[in-house]
């Protein structure tokens, strides 16, 4: 070999500690390595960057929690004023029993709970919220703690029978502080009156249902003839449900004539 050949050999053997030593200085995955944990490291004279920004998001988060909890809440005093107005509907007998000569007629509460239940039970409906079906049931008499069952038998027009309801309702939500559960029942009470939902349309369906079945049931533990409250339901079920059920009544009934 030639000293130019070894002089060359000798450079070359010098390139490949040479680029390992220039590889260590200016590796970009070693600088992004070095630049993250110098940014991870904590900050002597006060909590990390990323500690402010997790105290700042929940503080956020507690604000809006706090602000929603405030806009659905009811204070004691106004949740026991408002439950003490319900309690009349534990004592308020159902009108058209007491005309009957029924013993021990039900009373609205009664009626509400067992509709409540029909809800409950009641299979999936296509389209139809069945938790807002419950509710609906539990308010859709409330308002008569207040103006009493108003029947048809009464002779009151039935928009003025609407008035005294609505207006015993809104004093109610008054009542209970007129917040966002106040609202809710607002609506849910109007949503049933008018009939404007599928719903409704479930809920005023287990009403009537609700109706016979005490009926037959009062037919066959004190020996009286309550066909009317059938005839009047007759041909007035608005869905499948209401229908199918108001069907096993009336076989159950001719099965005990």
């Not at 409540?116 to 419950?134: E, F, N």
Request: glycine share 6%; aromatic share 6%.
């Amino acid at each position: 070999m030639t000293s130019g050949s070894q002089a060359l050999c000798s450079k070359t053997s010098l390139l490949p500690p040479l680029l390992s030593s220039r590889a260590a200085r200016f590796n970009p995955l070693r600088r992004f390595a070095t630049r993250t944990v110098r940014m991870a490291s904590p900050d002597p004279s006060g909590p990390p960057p990323s500690s402010k920004v997790d105290s700042a998001t929940a503080a956020t988060a507690a604000t809006s929690s706090n602000a929603a909890a405030g806009a659905s809440s009811v204070s004691a005093s106004s949740a026991i004023d408002f439950l003490h107005l319900c309690h009349r509907l534990k004592t308020t007998k159902r009108t058209g029993w007491v005309r009957r000569g029924i013993r021990e007629p039900e009373s609205v509460a009664d009626h509400m709970y067992r509709m409540g239940v029909m809800a409950l039970i009641a299979g999936d409906i296509p389209g139809v919220d069945r938790d807002r079906c419950v509710k609906m049931a539990i308010v859709h008499d409330i308002a008569e703690a207040i103006v009493g069952d108003i029947a048809p038998s009464d002779g009151v027009p039935k928009l003025e029978k609407s008035r005294r309801e609505k207006e015993a309702l809104e004093h109610m939500c008054r009542v209970l502080g007129e917040g966002s559960r106040a609202k809710e029942i607002g609506e849910l009470w109007m949503e049933y009156e008018e009939n404007s939902s599928p719903e409704a349309k479930v809920v005023k369906d287990f009403d009537k249902v609700e109706m016979i079945l005490q009926a037959l049931e009062y037919e066959k533990g004190q020996g009286i003839d309550l066909d009317e409250f059938f005839q009047s339901t007759a041909g007035k079920f608005q869905t499948d449900v209401g229908k199918a059920w108001a069907s096993e009544i009336a076989s159950r009934r001719r099965k005990e004539e």
